[in-house]
């Protein structure tokens, strides 16, 4: 099955809380529209971390077909992986799929991941400074509050 000529997606999302079952639905709607499925989850990404997860690599496998997925497994986790990362990442694999004429699934509960490829943030690519951090954590939560208001104002808005 594919889907019908005047039907134009970009993506196809599924979003959710844990253990709603995300996957399994994906890989179902997967394998009936030849699709492929992008992890959207920032734990997922780390090898090694399959407790608390929610990999279920199994699930990725129905009557017998595995259904190709992204974006799981793919760094350690002594690396640092963010939203930045992910949108790049998941857009270039997108873009791969779409390539091939399948619609690529997005799947997960990652919903600031989500939104980021969604409405195409533009996130700039900054290295952390490590000596504004340190000044920073001497600081309470007051404090911190108090010199965000003077550089925004109403930004901390609780």
């Known amino acids: 099955m594919s889907l019908p000529p005047n039907l134009s997606i970009d993506n196809l999302v599924i979003l959710g809380p844990t253990a709603t079952g995300k996957t399994k639905l994906a890989v179902q709607i997967a394998k009936k529209i030849n699709g492929e499925i992008i992890s959207a989850d920032s734990r997922q990404v780390y090898r090694e971390m399959d407790i608390g997860t929610g990999k279920d ?36 694999i997108s873009n791969e799929i779409k390539n091939k004429g399948i619609l690529p699934i997005i799947c997960g509960g990652t919903g600031f991941y989500i939104k980021a490829l969604l409405m195409n943030f533009n996130i700039p690519q900054t290295k952390p400074n490590a000596i504004l951090r340190k000044k920073l954590e001497k600081l309470s939560l007051n404090e911190l ?14």
Not at 57 to 85: M, R
Not at 145 to 158: D, N
């Open 57 to 92: 690599l199994k699930d990725y496998t129905i009557d017998g077909t595995s259904i190709p997925y992204h974006l799981i497994d793919i760094i350690d986790p002594t690396e640092n992986y963010n939203v930045a990362k992910f949108q790049t990442d998941a857009i270039k």
């Open 145 to 158: 509050i108090s010199k965000l208001e003077t550089i925004s104002e109403g930004s901390s808005k609780r």
